[in-house]
């Protein structure tokens, strides 16, 4: 089982650069969610879904934006990337016991 | 609530004692809270969960205690082991509102031998 892949696993973008972080998931959920952690801290929501098409703002949506055409894939796009943007990013689908990505550790300079 | 800025609080056991972690939680409309164990280096995993009309749940070595009234979620591990240090966080969803899993703040367990 694949269950919640994401990539790239690591990143270095300069400031002002922009990217996409790929999210997909093959257990046919409707939940689909965007966090980052900072290091030592926990988990802040940025993005969700409860199924495609649908989409919502978390807690610290501001500098990123998403998309949800299918059931598979959630993408989290990074516009005009700013050292504050530094993090480990976690895609992961379910509602409640929800399955977790490997995390995108992102570096911005 | 989420303590921003804060860094994790630590709970250290001997090896085979049982462990508590508490959670205070915000939102008293949600449906569900969830515990959540996540290692060194990788995604959180899911523990057990507990359904807002419930106030104990077991599962294999852990249980989960809800109190509605004084909005507090606890997770019991029994006899502690090395492979139970990690740091472990609530979660809470709702079927109104904010559709979305949202984590409380973490603790770090550590398993002393």
């Known amino acids: 089982n694949a269950g919640v892949t994401q990539t790239p696993k690591f990143r270095i973008l300069k400031i002002g650069q922009s990217m996409t972080l790929q999210c997909t998931q093959d257990m046919n959920h409707n939940y689909m969610y965007w966090y980052r952690q900072d290091p030592g801290m926990g988990l802040k929501l940025i993005y969700y879904?409860?199924?495609?098409?649908?989409?919502d703002k978390g807690e610290v949506p501001n500098g990123y934006n998403v998309s949800r055409s299918t059931t598979e894939d959630f993408p989290l796009r990074l516009e005009l990337a700013a050292p504050s943007q530094t993090s480990v990013y976690f895609c992961?689908?379910?509602?409640?016991?929800?399955?977790f990505g490997q995390g995108t550790r992102l570096t911005v300079v | 609530g989420e303590s921003v800025g804060l860094h994790l609080p630590t709970l250290s056991v001997q090896e085979g004692d049982n462990s508590i972690i508490n959670c205070a939680y915000s939102?008293?409309?949600?449906?569900?809270f969830i515990w959540y164990k996540q290692e060194s280096g990788k995604g959180p995993q899911f523990i057990i969960d507990i359904r807002s009309n419930m106030d104990k749940r077991q599962g294999q070595r852990v249980t989960v205690l809800l109190n509605k009234t004084v909005k507090h979620l606890s997770l019991q591990i029994a006899a502690t082991q090395p492979g139970d240090s990690a740091v472990y966080f609530c979660a809470e969803i709702s079927d109104t509102g904010r559709r979305a899993l949202t984590f409380g703040s973490g603790t770090r367990l550590q398993v002393q031998p």
């Open positions: 879904s409860v199924g495609a098409g649908i989409t």
């Open positions: 992961a689908s379910g509602r409640t016991e929800a399955f």
């Open positions: 939102n008293s409309a949600s449906d569900y």
